[in-house]
């Protein structure tokens, strides 16, 4: 089947690091995608993982293993508006973009 | 640049009823897809279309359906509306398709559909 977990909700604090975890299983596998999305806002893209490793766009970073079907998106220096839902996403080879159901993160003050 | 824009943002209709939503993308990008989104299931893929072919078809009933024109303008037909076709429907755009490279892409404030 097909299947992607991810933690529902998450706390932190200003100027912490935060890692939110990513696993899949999927019949197929081009890439994998991260999003944030604000309450009542659309989705914007942040990083799109094809290879493993670490890939760092200022504040946030993405990391993709494929042979263990895992990924983390780690958010460093955090941010009263890095409050907001985080999704990922797998890119099945030829055939649809598959969501895991989002992760809330909060970040207090 | 413009963004994504995406009409009507609010709509209501009644059950059996069909709706037409309708996509502009960000000039130059050609590639157009629709997604559902729910509180339950989250967002899920409903299909992409790319120079006004369908690339790509996510797990949804035929009653979905999707069109993509020759300025690569979108639209998504549901046809014969139940109650949990209730939802937020984005559409996003991208430069490339899915089997084009690295695929950004850019979603519109989507469309609230609500059906009683």
């Known amino acids: 089947g097909q299947n992607i977990d991810q933690p529902t909700e998450m706390t932190a604090t200003e100027g912490a690091i935060v890692q939110i975890n990513c696993t899949y299983q999927t019949s197929g596998f081009n890439g994998l995608f991260w999003y944030q999305q604000h309450a009542g806002e659309a989705p914007t893209f942040l990083s799109y993982n094809v290879l493993d490793g670490l890939e760092e766009k200022g504040r946030f970073s993405s990391f993709l293993s494929r042979s263990k079907g895992y990924s983390y998106l780690l958010l460093k220096e955090l941010q009263m508006k890095d409050s907001a839902s985080y999704l990922c996403a797998v890119d099945q080879a030829g055939t649809a973009l598959i969501f895991g159901k989002g992760t809330t993160l909060s970040v207090s003050s | ?116």
């Open chain 2, 1 to 116: 640049k413009a963004g994504v824009t995406q009409t009507p943002r609010y709509l209501i209709k009644t059950r059996g009823q069909q709706v037409t939503l309708s996509c502009s993308p960000i000039s130059g990008h050609r590639s157009v897809s629709w997604y559902q989104q729910t509180p339950g299931q989250g967002l899920q893929f409903l299909f992409e279309y790319f120079s006004e072919t369908q690339r790509n078809k996510g797990n949804f009933p035929g009653r979905f359906s999707g069109r993509q024109f020759s300025n690569s303008r979108s639209e998504m037909n549901v046809s014969t509306l139940e109650l949990g076709d209730s939802a937020l429907y984005l559409c996003a755009s991208s430069l490339v398709s899915r089997q084009g490279g690295v695929y950004e892409q850019y979603f519109g404030p989507g469309t609230r559909l609500t059906v009683t």
